[in-house]
T-cell receptor
Framework: DAKTTQPTSMDCAEGRAANLPCNHSTISGNEYVYWYRQIHSQGPQYIIHGLKNNETNEMASLIITEDRKSSTLILPHATLRDTAVYYCIVPTGGSYIPTFGRGTSLIVHP | NAGVTQTPKFRVLKTGQSMTLLCAQDMNHEYMYWYRQDPGMGLRLIHYSVGEGTTAKGEVPDGYNVSRLKKQNFLLGLESAAPSQTSVYFC???????????FGPGTRLTVT
């Protein structure tokens, strides 16, 4: 996988937007950016993915820079239930051997 | 659809004992994966499979064996458990046309 770099931890007030950055400066032209989250003790959950254009679904928005070397996951109105570890992954190759690093631990406080 | 299920949810083993963890998926996915997660760490890939009858080693395969005799099942075996294998084990699957992985709820294994 292309290497990704994320901050170790972040915090956010409930109701505010949470913006989680990810650096993937070695990404290739046809590689997607995927985001997952892992709520304590549960299996990781897919959130969103994108290639070039910004993407939005019911969970979050994904903003990818024009040079594709970084992206930001946005939770528009964070709730306490969004407290989790967020993983940014850039998979490569057809067999896709994914790498989950330590991710960003997001704490949403009241 | 149940998605990805794992059996058992919890298990305590003594050093040297053996056991098999079962992962089952009902989404007709080709790819299946076994990960382990230690406290405060990310997930590390143990073994994976790209289709029925195939398996391959991941990042930390030592001490584990796997089998994929049926497309829907991926078994992880510990032949002689060691305390270092105390961990939470997650199984995942995905289809051919997407990198989106679906994870099971995990198996918490303690080896004393």
């Amino acid at each position: 996988d292309a290497k990704t770099t994320q901050p170790t931890s972040m915090d956010c007030a409930e109701g505010r937007a949470a913006n989680l950055p990810c650096n993937h400066s070695t990404i290739s032209g046809n590689e997607y950016v995927y985001w997952y989250r892992q709520i304590h003790s549960q299996g990781p959950q897919y959130i969103i993915h994108g290639l070039k254009n910004n993407e939005t679904n019911e969970m979050a928005s994904l903003i990818i820079t024009e040079d594709r070397k970084s992206s930001t996951l946005i939770l528009p109105h964070a709730t306490l239930r969004d407290t989790a570890v967020y993983y940014c992954i850039v998979p490569t190759g057809g067999s896709y051997i994914p790498t989950f690093g330590r991710g960003t631990s997001l704490i949403v406080h009241p | 659809n149940a998605g990805v299920t794992q059996t058992p949810k919890f298990r305590v083993l003594k050093t040297g004992q053996s056991m098999t963890l079962l992962c089952a998926q009902d989404m007709n996915h080709e790819y299946m994966y076994w990960y382990r997660q230690d406290p405060g760490m990310g997930l590390r890939l143990i073994h994976y499979s790209v289709g029925e009858g195939t398996t391959a080693k991941g990042e930390v395969p030592d001490g584990y064996n796997v089998s994929r005799l049926k497309k829907q099942n991926f078994l992880l075996g510990l032949e002689s458990a060691a305390p270092s294998q105390t961990s939470v084990y997650f199984c995942a699957s995905r289809g051919i046309f997407s990198y989106e992985q679906y994870f099971g709820p995990g198996t918490r294994l303690t080896v004393t």
